[in-house]
């Protein structure tokens, strides 16, 4: 039962170009949450998809954007990128239903801008 | 607005010691979830365990334990006997029910306890 995977795993970007990062969720899941973790912190939320729409968002501008294809497999675009997008953008899974569960994390994509 | 503080930043402690890592949280909400998630350093976050609200039980799982008190707003976890393959970066989180609206609420996290377990 393959896990969450994302791809790829490295990326190096210069400022101002745009970047589309890769995840598929863990089989019969339904929701991918995205992630961006920076260097020494924790995670923050960027945003969430289920059912090929935007559940949720948290508080990142408009050059981050997403996209969920009917497979359940998503897609998370930045544009006009910043030195301070450098960061490991996680991808996650979970399951509607029955409360907030767990979310499977895939490996993450590590970015660099310079 | 909701906030998950873990003040300590590292912990190094020596093989079979035990230690304890904390996490405060802060929600005005009476339904929320807590989460303990563990980050190796290969990068990939791993699910330790969910707890609700309503659910004050003390948990204990291997050599894990985790005790969560409502009145102090914490969810502590604590490793017995560590052994060095628990190094890594520990995460606690917190998701509301309210978020919760036919899909998954997100998760709030805290910026993490690095813990280094030495032969």
């Known amino acids: 039962d393959a896990g969450v995977t994302q791809s790829p795993t490295h990326l190096i970007k210069t400022r101002g170009q745009q970047v589309t990062l890769r995840c598929s969720p863990k089989s019969g899941h339904d929701t991918v949450s995205w992630y961006q973790q920076a260097l020494g912190q924790g995670p923050q939320f960027i945003f969430q998809y289920y059912e090929e729409e935007e559940r949720q968002r948290g508080n990142f501008p408009d050059r981050f954007s997403g996209h969920q294809f009917p497979n359940y497999s998503s897609e998370l675009n930045v544009n006009a990128l910043l030195l301070g997008d450098s960061a490991l953008y996680l991808c996650a899974s979970s399951l509607v239903g029955g409360g907030p569960r767990e979310q499977f994390f895939g490996p993450g994509t590590r970015l660099t801008v310079l | 607005a909701q906030k998950v503080t873990q003040a300590q930043t590292e912990i190094s402690v020596v093989e079979k010691e035990d230690v304890t890592l904390d996490c405060v949280y802060e929600t005005r909400d009476t339904t929320y979830y807590l989460f303990w998630y563990k980050q190796p350093p290969s990068g990939e976050l791993v699910f330790l365990i969910r707890?609700?609200?309503?659910?004050?039980q003390n948990e204990i799982s291997g050599r894990y334990s985790w005790n969560f008190q409502k009145s102090t707003s914490s969810f502590n976890f604590t490793i017995t006997a560590s052994q060095v393959v628990d190094s890594a970066v520990y995460f606690c989180?917190?998701?509301?029910?309210?978020?919760?609206?036919?899909?998954?609420?997100?998760?709030?996290f805290g910026k993490g306890t690095k813990l280094s377990v030495k032969p």
């Open positions: 707890r609700n609200s309503f659910d004050e």
């Open positions: 989180a917190l998701t509301l029910f309210r978020n919760y609206g036919g899909s998954q609420g997100n998760l709030i």
